[in-house]
């Protein structure tokens, strides 16, 4: 039988996707008796709450019952987060809000529509506070605080030292340094937030179903909340989820908000969020000021990097946060030989929206400021920005390389994938399109990046939130642990349960592509179970989807497994057949001898005599065939003593080169070409690694140009819908051209690497290079994002001023 | 959010300031005005029911008026807060006799909006804003002449 595994074969998904047969949250009906719910959110970014009057809601016909933040206090406790600030994280404001959206009072009604009605009759008085949304103000001595009993608005503040940074710094030539901002932006999924939570007063049990894709970490996070044994508060996530890109990781709060109205208002609930709540209220990337300085040689060898970062969590800080600091530490130097380096990180809180996962977590915060400090480089000293990258890119005789927070690069050749970029895009030629551009009055511009592309997060890594003392003193945290269950039934067919809970990705096809070729039966035949119940199914608290980690982790666990059914149905092949387990292999449906192919037994009868006739089993053998294996990577290892961590598991690498032309009277960007490189090992399915290159890119175009969350500065919201807030669509999207490398990775069985998030990473990063490129001539630095047409036409024009007055 | 215009009043000083105060012209002159009721001396409660671009909603206002300078000025303070979320808007109108039956008014405001007005509402809330205050002394001097018919 043909191998599948790294074939582009078609996504078992599709059929049911495409003809309306899909299971999101909203298809999957509801218990008798469900009421719907509504939530009144805060209008004010930061005011106490001095009254809640309910009584003229509640007396509207068909209300059930209206919940405050105080009514909550009995049966619920602040969500556990991993800093040492006592930050107070409840999933309804109780006597003061902190943004713009928070929740305030949940409406329980017989449907939405009556819900929705009763919040206009819900009467707060609020005692308007000075809010704070600015970064650095926030850290400023008057600031206004959101918890004065933590005494600041830092939620998390550790300084590390890698290497010899002040001799670095004494070394170099010259300092380069300059300060950048990321903007707060999301991801849009088109299906929202939905949840059924029901409280069964017999069990003391919670049962909820939402479209949660984990870290399952956070189901003890949820029980911890709820005041419950965690085998009180089941999850099950339905099997299909419309799409998420980290986003719906922070559907917990409203998980334990839905739990426990359920309980005081005594029925099921449920709750679909709409679009203004989900862009006002859910999660979002989070938006970080970095200030970054290169010790750099004349030749553009840097020899040291020093880097401030400070992060704001939006009101509150919440898992997995302060977690967009750390999750690239071990990635901090990028594709670069740059031993010595010093962080200065922060986490801030101010009147925003609380973050979380957002698809490149913490890598397009980390790889704008150090991109473009290597294109500046290449300015400042007048060389070509290729050949600034091709002296510091780490070389492929290097691998495994070790970075200087403690990363191991697994594997790699980042010359090869940065000179096919180069190569693709025709960079030699570029001044000539320079030229043809200026001839038609436009500006042209090219941008070049190449970052590491982390995947598989190390569960220990969060804990370098902490200094190494503070760690020594708690249980230490590592591994990334994933599961699958493989069983065959009586009839010799075969069931597989995942539990990375897919938002899109196609883990269903990738998985069945495995099975087949590690047991040798065609993949249309394998039935492969999505759905995740946290009382039924293997998982762990790295489950889930996030991370980039099923195609280095979630893989993994599926192969293993499916090794324990082959080895189990060979030994029973063996056993029948007097032959020897090691000359026994499985073929087209049957395992043979090796040596005499004439001896064989099916695969069907020896799945089915462990059902049938068990007695008929080797000695000591159990009955049935149901196995489960737990895979982790060695790698992911505790922080050691000297703050060293290796975040991820696995390491891509991915080369940009993009061609742009900057029109110089609107300032509009047109992307004339996207080409990327990409290195994720050997892929396990070409197809669905391209769809997903696609998007991770479309979506780091929108970092680049369009997406952001606006606040005033008085901190309302200004971007509560699709009209305000502009997400790519198909005709923004550029030629782009992708090409692969296969470089295996050591630490997997399938030499597979995570890929899908890389481009979400680089794309703002080269996008804003390339237009920097373009005005270069006026003298403008991009530091900050979106590349909107009016940002780029101000720039412009205030150094077409500048020029005039240095003229005069 | 902020602005500020004139225009020219077809009536007297006296008579433009005695208007201008009358709750019965305010009611009327304010857009979505549909019950003003008096507290206390130069303070009022309004229902307000005010589209604002796909924000349609019912505000319960207070409307104070203060910093009397008799026939000279006065100041505007209107808090809304409704479904739709809140408004707070300050405006400081000032009157200057240019003969016996023209007055000049000029004003300035501020206004200040949070929820979902300033969520969705954005893009429309200077033109808005300009829209409302218009209207209000279009009804405004549609008033005068009618009371000057009347007189």
Not at chain 1, 76 to 93: D, E, I, L, R
Request: aromatic share 8%.
């Amino acid at each position: 039988m043909e191998k599948v595994i790294g074939k582009a074969v078609t996504r078992v998904e599709d059929t049911r996707l495409l003809t309306g047969q899909g299971k999101y949250i909203d298809d999957i009906g509801t218990p008798a008796n469900t009421a719907h719910i509504a939530i009144l959110r805060s209008t004010y970014p930061h005011a106490k709450i001095i009254s809640i009057d309910t009584s003229e809601a509640l007396n509207l016909r068909g209300v059930k019952g209206i919940v405050t933040g105080k009514d909550i206090l009995p049966f619920v406790q602040p969500f556990s987060v991993g800093v040492s600030a006592p930050v107070k994280y409840y999933p309804m404001a109780i006597d003061k809000v902190r943004y713009v959206g928070e929740p305030v009072a949940v409406v329980v009604a017989k449907n939405r529509y009556i819900a929705e009605d009763a919040l206009e009759k819900i009467k707060v008085v609020y005692e308007s506070l000075t809010p704070i949304v600015d970064i650095e103000k926030s850290l400023e001595e008057d600031a206004p605080l959101l918890h004065e009993h933590i005494g600041s608005n830092i939620a998390n503040h550790r300084t590390f030292h890698y290497g010899k940074v002040d001799e670095a710094f004494e070394e170099a030539d010259r300092i380069i340094k300059h300060k950048f901002h990321f903007p707060k932006y999301s991801a849009t999924p088109v299906e929202t937030y939905g949840m059924i939570a029901q409280y069964e007063e017999s069990s003391n049990q919670y049962t909820i179903h939402a479209n949660f894709h984990g870290p399952f970490v956070i189901q003890s996070v949820m029980a911890g909340a709820l005041k419950i044994p965690s085998n009180r508060l089941r999850i099950i996530v339905p099997k299909d989820i419309g799409g998420s890109y980290g986003i719906k990781a922070g559907t917990y709060p409203y998980m334990v908000l839905c739990a426990v109205v359920s309980r005081m208002v005594g029925c099921p609930v449920k709750w679909i969020e709409d679009r203004q709540e989900h862009l006002s209220a859910s999660s979002s990337g989070t938006d970080r000021v970095t200030y970054i300085e290169a010790a750099v040689k004349e030749d553009g060898k840097v020899l040291g990097l020093k880097m401030k970062l400070i992060d704001n969590v939006g009101a509150y800080i919440r898992a997995p946060e302060p977690a967009c600091l750390y999750r690239t530490h071990a990635n901090s130097t990028g594709a670069y030989d740059i031993p010595n380096l010093m962080i200065d990180a922060y986490a801030i809180m101010t009147n925003k929206l609380p973050t979380g996962l957002i698809r490149g977590y913490g890598g397009q915060e980390l790889y704008f400021p150090l991109e473009r400090i290597m294109q500046e480089i290449a300015h400042q000293l007048q060389l070509d920005p290729a050949d600034v990258l091709r002296r510091n890119l780490i070389k492929k005789e290097q691998f495994p390389y070790q970075t200087a927070s403690g990363g191991m690069y697994d594997s790699g050749d980042y010359e090869k994938g940065f000179e096919l970029a180069l190569e693709m895009g025709n960079y030699k030629e570029i001044e000539q399109k320079r030229e043809d551009a200026r001839q038609r009055g436009k500006l042209f511009g090219v941008g070049l990046a190449c970052i590491v592309e982390p995947s598989g997060s190390n569960m220990g890594y969060i804990t370098i939130a902490l200094t190494p003392e503070e760690r020594a003193s708690s249980l230490p945290k590592s591994g990334c642990a994933e599961a699958a269950t493989i069983s065959m039934d009586p009839m010799g067919c075969v069931n597989v349960r995942i539990s990375t809970t897919p938002s899109g990705q196609g883990h269903e096809t990738v998985t069945a592509q495995i099975v087949s070729d590690v047991l040798g039966i065609p993949r249309e035949q394998i039935n492969v179970v999505a759905e995740l119940d946290t009382s039924t199914s293997a998982w762990s608290i790295a489950s889930g989807s996030y991370s980039s980690r099923f195609a280095s982790l979630g893989s993994s666990a599926v192969f293993y497994a499916a090794h324990k059914v082959r080895k189990k149905l060979i030994k029973i092949a063996a056993y029948h057949l007097q032959a020897d387990e090691n000359d026994l292999t499985i073929e087209n449906g049957s395992i043979v001898s090796k040596k005499d192919p004439s001896i064989k037994y099916s695969l069907k009868r020896a799945a089915g005599s462990a059902h049938w006739n068990p007695l008929s089993l080797p000695d000591g053998m159990e009955p049935g065939i149901y196995e489960t294996y737990y895979y982790t990577a060695k790698v992911a290892e505790p922080p050691d003593e000297n703050d060293l961590v290796n975040s991820s598991v696995t390491y891509g690498f991915v080369a940009d080169m993009v061609t742009v032309e900057v029109d110089p009277d609107t300032g509009e960007v047109q992307i004339i070409d996207y080409f990327t490189v990409h290195d994720a090992g050997k892929l396990l399915n070409p197809l669905i690694v391209d769809g997903q290159i696609y998007g991770g890119l479309v979506h780091g175009l929108g970092g680049a140009m369009y997406e952001e969350l606006a606040y005033d500065d008085k901190g309302q919201f200004l971007t509560g819908s699709f009209m305000d807030y502009l997400c790519p669509t198909a005709p923004e999207i550029p030629n782009i051209t992708i090409k692969h490398i296969e470089t295996p990775s050591p630490l997997t069985p399938l030499g597979a690497k995570g890929l899908g998030e890389g481009n979400t990473m680089s794309a703002p990063a080269v996008i804003a290079n390339a237009v920097n490129d373009a005005l270069k001539l006026y003298g403008v630095m991009i530091d900050t994002l979106p590349l909107s047409p009016n940002r780029i036409w101000n720039l412009l024009n205030k150094a077409k001023e500048k020029r005039g007055a240095n003229q005069v | 959010m902020n602005g500020e215009g004139s225009l020219t009043l077809e009536a007297g000083l006296e008579q433009s300031w005695a208007i201008l105060l009358d709750p019965n012209v305010l009611q009327k002159c304010i857009m979505g005005c549909n019950k003003l009721t008096q507290v206390e001396e130069n303070k009022y409660k309004a229902e307000l029911a005010i589209g604002i671009a796909a924000v349609k909603g019912k505000y319960e206002s207070t409307i104070e008026i203060a910093d009397i300078e008799n026939l000279k000025s006065y100041k505007l303070i209107v808090k809304g807060e409704g479904g739709p979320g809140n408004v707070e808007a300050t405006g400081v109108i000032h009157l200057e006799h240019q003969d016996e039956n023209q007055t000049l008014l000029s004003y300035t405001y501020e206004a200040e909006v949070g929820g979902k007005v300033a969520m969705v509402g954005q893009r429309m809330l200077s033109g808005v804003a300009k829209l409302i205050i218009q209207d209000f002394f279009k009804k405004f001097g549609k008033e005068l002449k009618n009371i000057e018919k009347s007189a």
